[in-house]
């Protein structure tokens, strides 16, 4: 099979019409053309494959929950599920609903209340959170380009009531630790990560490889790990709309706002989407469209 040929084939025959309306409550992310659209694959024994705009940065927003969540299931094990639970939402990712009758405890780590948790616990371990971030993002696959668009973090952190609302709400319960704007600047910062297509298919490839990084040979996290983080990304990744994703897509995947999404088969590949228009499920139009031919086609997924 000729996969290039078949990504530029499936962009073809996406909607004449693309629904989506780029993320405007970041101001700085309106900016951005909603006419872009990348994407790239790469398989565990590492042939990659790619259309469009697939080497273009963009922030990857909340698919960077992913990354913060393994570095503190990294530190924190089992003690982690005793301060953010894993179970889907079913609200939007910035909801104030649940936490109320859930006692201060997020659903889980791919919402906003989740992820400022999972900021919470690394603060008590990073003694410098944002170079530690990075730097444990660099360890992925080796790409030390990678790093922080700091116009889109002042954009965030100009824009982050929600959030703040959020932290102290859960802080009323003793589910919050951290003085309140350190956890939102080191959250706003691990949104405003910014990568590729290329470069975020390459950095997740360990969750398709048993938690070992086939580009460095690093072990990253167990496979019992790998085996969890993908469960919660299947069950979470897409928010509310993660029941859909898995209905037509079939994999583990983690959106952002920022148009982007990436799906992984385990033992196979990973593959990265960017289309900045959203649903109005906050999850990228044509991403979905185009992972759901994608997997129809190829004829693998999970299920």
Not at 108 to 114: D, E, R
Not at 180 to 192: E, H, K, Q, V
Not at 266 to 275: A, L, Q
Not at 294 to 300: H, L, R
Request: net charge negative; hydrophobic share 40%.
């Amino acid at each position: 099979m000729n996969v290039n040929h078949l990504l530029s084939v499936l962009h073809a025959n996406l909607p004449a019409e693309n629904s989506g309306r780029v993320a405007d409550y970041i101001p700085e992310l309106a900016c951005v053309d909603p006419h872009k659209f990348g994407v790239h694959a790469i398989t565990v024994d590492q042939h990659e494959y790619s259309f469009g705009d697939s080497e273009e940065g963009f922030s990857i927003q909340s698919i960077a929950k992913v990354l913060s969540l393994t570095m503190a299931y990294q530190r924190e094990n089992q003690e982690l599920w005793k301060r953010v639970g894993v179970e889907p939402s079913g609200t939007p990712f910035n909801s104030l609903i649940q936490l109320e009758a859930d006692a201060g405890i997020p659903r889980n780590p791919m919402i906003n209340a989740g992820a400022l948790v999972v900021c919470d616990v690394l603060l008590n371990y990073l003694a410098h959170p944002q170079q530690d971030l990075l730097a444990f993002v660099h360890s992925l696959s080796g790409d030390f380009t990678i790093g922080f668009n700091e116009t889109v973090a002042a954009s965030e952190r100009a824009n982050s009531d929600r959030n703040r609302a959020l932290i102290e709400f859960m802080r009323s319960f003793g589910n919050i630790h951290n003085p309140t704007d350190r956890i939102l600047d080191f959250y706003c910062s691990l949104c405003a990560l910014e990568m590729s297509c290329a470069q975020l298919s390459r950095n997740f490839l360990f969750l398709a490889n048993k938690g070992i990084s086939p580009i460095t040979g690093r072990a990253i996290v167990s496979s019992s790990m790998t085996k969890r983080l993908n469960a919660i990304m299947q069950l979470c990744g897409l928010y509310d709309e993660a029941g859909e994703f898995a209905f037509r897509v079939g994999l583990p995947g983690k959106s952002g706002v920022g148009g982007g999404i990436v799906a992984l088969l385990p033992g196979d590949y990973c593959i990265t989407v960017w289309s900045p228009p959203l649903n109005h499920k906050g999850n990228s139009f044509y991403g979905m469209a185009f992972l759901e031919q994608f997997t129809s086609e190829v004829g693998d997924s999970i299920f």
